[in-house]
Antibody, heavy 118, light 108 residues
């Protein structure tokens, strides 16, 4: 079955960077985009961007200019999301999710809690 | 960027009743790229509806989606206890996804 397993919770100080991983299995890694979505405490869902695991091509939201980078490792079917210059407002649960041809997200990781605090 | 506005913010209903959730887009979007998700506390969202009206795998037929252009609806015909949750709509346009603010369906 399709699985997306994310790395564990992180605590970072303002100004630092964080990398969250998303290891996929149960399907052909290069056939589906991976998206990242975050959710601040008690808030709604915010799309961060997506990566095409086949060629590494990325599209990022304009709301995080220059702060987010998504990469992939074909050998381990894993996608990475790095967020830099962290601020308290980045405290949220970060999800990876598989995107299909209908541009919806049909399988989700379990989420990774990032806490940014001095 | 397409803005999705969901209403109402909260819906207070009893099990056995029907629910109608609205999602309005700031501009016309393709039916193909409108989806609905359910999220329960502490869990990741779950895909319910894609392509405006197609049920995802394993989703009960009490969930249905409809609409076109700028106005879309998620209908739950008869609420089961496990349906009390937050529901989000989502669209794709010009290489960008956006979500609505969510509708919470709570027990009355």
């Amino acid at each position: 079955q399709v699985q997306l397993v994310q790395s564990g919770a992180e605590v970072k100080k303002p100004g630092a960077s964080v990398t969250v991983s998303c290891k996929t299995s149960g399907y052909i890694f290069t056939s589906y985009h991976i998206h990242w979505v975050r959710q601040a405490p008690g808030q709604g869902l915010e799309w961060m961007g997506m990566i095409n695991p086949n060629d590494g091509g990325t599209i990022y939201t304009q709301n995080l200019p220059g702060r987010v980078t998504m990469t992939r490792d074909k050998s381990t079917s894993t996608v990475y999301m790095e967020l830099s210059s962290l601020r308290s407002e980045d405290t949220a649960v970060y999800y990876c999710a598989r995107g299909n041809g209908w541009y919806c997200l049909d399988n989700w990781g379990q989420g990774t809690l990032l806490t940014v605090s001095s | 960027e397409v803005v999705l506005t969901q209403s109402p913010g909260t819906l207070s209903l009893s099990a056995g009743e029907g629910a109608t959730l609205s999602c309005r887009a700031s501009q016309t979007i393709s039916n193909s790229y409108l989806a609905w998700y359910q999220q329960k506390p502490g869990q990741a969202p779950r895909l319910l509806i894609y392509g405006a009206s197609r049920r995802a795998i394993g989703i009960p037929d009490r969930f249905s989606g409809s609409g076109s252009g700028t106005d879309f609806t998620l209908t739950i015909s008869t609420l089961e206890p496990e349906d009390f949750a937050v529901y989000y709509c989502q669209q794709y346009d010009r290489s960008s996804l956006t979500f609505g603010g969510g509708t919470k369906v709570e027990i009355k």
